[in-house]
């Protein structure tokens, strides 16, 4: 559950819409909660780790419309209730095998919320145990669906698929084993991430010398270093297919284009493309490293550029982590945009650093499934080193999602 503590908990709160990994409560106390309420609580949580992980947000109401955008919080001693121990005890006697959660009480615009942080289930699916009546019912298993609601898994298909994340968690499992073992037995290659970052920053200098030379451009900046190597084929004719294949299809794109991801050119211990028309590279390593550098044609970037920049590369991202059969494994995704100090987004909105640089950490899962929720994370908080306005990067945010479901 560590991953999760660097979750924006602002942006949780302050979505406004319950989905399969959100849902909102008013302020209460655990103490003062009856049976059914706490029962209530527990299949919230039981649903979101049977489906793919969630938050449950304490604090948050909704207003007349039924839209939750009361931002009333909880007091002191309410959140002090929300003690880890007695509740896990609740929890996780009603429920087996226990849930994997954490409990945060962020404090956001100067008011206190409890956020239990719930990860998707490991090896088995999470059955109700114990029944409260009105709200849990012995030996069912719950799941969280799109339209917000954590109800029992009683179709078939929605037993099929807990059936295949079961089978699908012991391959990744297997894999995590023998990728284990044959990194043990790479000796003497410093595959840490400092060596990745290292690598990274060698291939950028790299990209200025050859294509720096009197540009006034951005340069914007992406880069992927998984948590854990990796093992790739031997075969670079695999890892170009792989790249390839991973490129989000658009007519125009402005990360990469297949033709681009298929070009690149074996170098020691990596495969790199230079392109000859304009300044653009990218560079694969053999411990699953990736990145790319591309410098724009002037200071000058639009928010609707710098959105499908955004997207393209995290549904790459994504792609990428699947294709490499990774899962719930966590990797790091690092956009940065470069000469920022001269820069202007849509000729309006300026940065007085000389760099911006972003990094999330998700699992190629996650990533997969959420692209438009973290392309978007990512186009805010590039936004606010502008000091855009909430209600331009909110457009901005609602196009990135139209623009992955459209192509």
Not at 129 to 141: A, C, D
Not at 147 to 152: F, M, V, Y
């Amino acid at each position: 559950m560590c991953a999760m503590r660097s979750y924006d908990f602002a942006e949780l709160v302050k979505r406004k819409v319950e989905s399969d990994e959100l849902d909102y409560k008013s302020a209460m106390s655990w103490r003062d909660m009856s049976r059914q309420e706490k029962g209530k609580i527990v299949r919230h949580l039981t649903a979101f780790a049977n489906t793919r992980g969630g938050f449950l947000v304490i604090g948050v109401s909704e207003d007349a419309s039924g839209i939750p955008c009361m931002y009333t919080g909880v007091s002191e001693e309410q959140a002090a209730t929300f003690d880890p121990t007695p509740v896990g005890n609740f929890i996780n006697s009603h429920i087996e095998p226990p849930l994997d959660y954490i409990i945060e009480r962020p404090l956001v615009d100067g008011k206190r919320y409890v956020i239990f942080a719930v990860k998707p289930f490991k090896n088995l699916p999470h059955v109700c145990s114990r029944g409260v009546e009105g709200e849990l019912q012995e030996g069912i298993f719950y799941i969280r669906t799109a339209e917000a609601s954590s109800r029992p898994a009683r179709r078939a298909h929605e037993m099929q698929e807990l059936l295949r994340r079961c089978m699908r968690n012991e391959r990744e499992q297997l894999g995590r084993i023998l990728r284990g073992i044959l990194y043990e037995s790479r000796q003497n290659i410093p595959d840490d991430a400092a060596h990745c970052n290292d690598l990274i920053l060698d291939a950028g200098n790299y990209f200025r010398r050859r294509r720096g030379s009197g540009r006034k451009g951005i340069l914007l900046k992406f880069a992927i270093i998984p948590d854990v190597p990796l093992t790739l084929p031997a075969d670079i004719r695999q890892w170009l297919a792989l790249i390839q294949n991973s490129v989000f299809p658009c007519s125009k794109p402005l990360f990469l284009s297949r033709d681009e991801a298929a070009s690149g050119q074996e170098t020691p211990g990596s495969v790199r493309f230079l392109a000859q028309n304009k300044p653009l590279m990218w560079q694969m390593f053999d411990n699953g490293s990736f990145c790319y550098f591309r410098y724009s044609d002037s200071n000058q970037i639009t928010l609707e550029e710098l959105a499908r920049f955004c997207a393209e590369a995290t549904a790459f991202a994504g792609n990428l982590g699947l294709a490499l059969n990774l899962g719930e494994e966590l990797f790091s995704l690092q956009f940065a945009l470069s000469s920022t100090a001269v820069m202007s987004i849509d000729g309006s909105y300026h940065s007085p650093e000389k760099e911006i640089a972003v990094e999330i950490r998700r699992s190629a899962a996650d990533l997969a499934s959420g692209r438009e929720n973290h392309a978007a994370r990512v186009l805010r908080r590039v936004g606010e080193h502008f000091q855009l306005p909430d209600k331009v990067i909110d457009r901005y945010s609602a196009a990135i999602r139209s623009f992955l479901e459209c192509r």
